[in-house]
């Protein structure tokens, strides 16, 4: 979806003490970093001490909730969402692992005049780094969209790539159940498709890379974080080529112009300047969540695992 201005990251410096670390991170408008965590002493102590959060939705949530209805009108969770942050934009969920979360659009630099957000955080980014779902102080933050995405009830004005944010937590909460894809062999087979809620529908999607790659702005690099319009076939195919190309495992699964995709972002392995990207791509007509049979393949993924399997059962005789 083409959009004729992309805003360009703000800039923030701020510390938090918590326990026994002390947790800085800058967001440079000139580099255009993506969201990070840039540990000054022992995250390792601190973060694991940090308990995961489980969300409740309170019990009058169905009372009261004023929106502006679409074609499609809002599903009954966005409207208890709603209410509690108008942030709310989708759900997002993979089973066999703790993501079952709300996704908050990240306002972006907060104006002077947004009493919502608060006054007192004129010109902040990344509002929700370290805020939960109610805007208060948390140290794992939310799972948050880039606010440049576009996620409404239509479908042709819809970010060609959703770019999601979460902290790599030690517990495994937020997006640190993300570091088990490349940790943990066979972890990819059981948790390969993601569920997205949005405020109108629910779409589903296949994981189909997963890879680390630079969290910092460079000419000519793959600076994901500030590529959500990926409006020709060139630039979406130059995405996932850069996808496939740092993944470490080829699944195989056919992408193509035209398919929906999510990015998911979290830390890697501590490195302020790294990050760890999950990208899938939306299921087709024909496709069905959790039947990986049904999945499309390529002709040379799938031509590879056929002479695989001739090798080894020709080995074998």
């Not at 006054?119 to 370290?130: D, F, K, S």
């Not at 490195?271 to 393949?297: C, T």
């Amino acid at each position: 979806m083409k959009k004729s201005v992309k805003i360009t990251t703000a800039c923030l410096s701020a510390a938090a003490a918590i326990g026994l670390g002390v947790y800085v991170f800058s967001l440079n408008k000139d580099e255009k970093t993506a969201p990070t965590v840039n540990i000054a002493e022992d995250e390792t102590t601190t973060a694991a001490t940090e308990p995961a959060t489980e969300f409740v939705l309170p019990s009058d949530w169905s009372e009261n909730i004023e929106y502006v209805p679409s074609a499609q009108g809002i599903t009954a969770k966005a409207k208890a969402m709603s209410k509690v942050n108008l942030d709310y934009i989708a759900w997002m969920k993979i089973d066999g692992t703790p993501i079952n979360y709300p996704i908050l659009l990240d306002p972006g630099e907060i104006g002077k005049n947004d009493e919502y957000h608060g006054t007192e955080n004129e010109g902040a980014v990344y509002y929700y780094l370290y805020r939960n779902l109610k805007k208060d102080y948390e140290f794992a933050g939310s799972i948050f969209m880039d606010y440049r995405n576009v996620l409404n009830s239509n479908d042709d004005e819809q970010s060609e790539n959703l770019v999601i944010h979460g902290h790599d937590m030690n517990d495994e909460s937020m997006f640190g159940i993300l570091r088990r894809y490349r940790n943990e062999p066979g972890f990819y087979e059981k948790c390969s498709f993601i569920e997205l809620e949005s405020k109108y529908e629910q779409r589903d999607y296949v994981i189909f890379a997963y890879l680390p790659t630079k969290g910092v702005y460079e000419d000519g690099g793959f600076n994901y974080w500030d590529m959500e319009e990926l409006d020709t076939k060139e630039q979406f195919d130059a995405y996932v080529k850069t996808c496939r190309d740092g993944a470490y495992l080829d699944t195989g699964i056919d992408v193509q112009y035209g398919d929906r995709l999510i990015t998911m972002s979290t830390c890697f392995n501590n490195q302020s300047d790294m990050r760890f990207i999950v990208v899938a791509r939306s299921l087709r007509e024909g496709e069905s969540i959790g039947d990986v049979s049904s999945i499309a393949h390529t002709k040379e993924w799938l031509d590879a695992q056929k002479a695989a399997a001739e090798e080894a059962a020709a080995s074998t005789t």
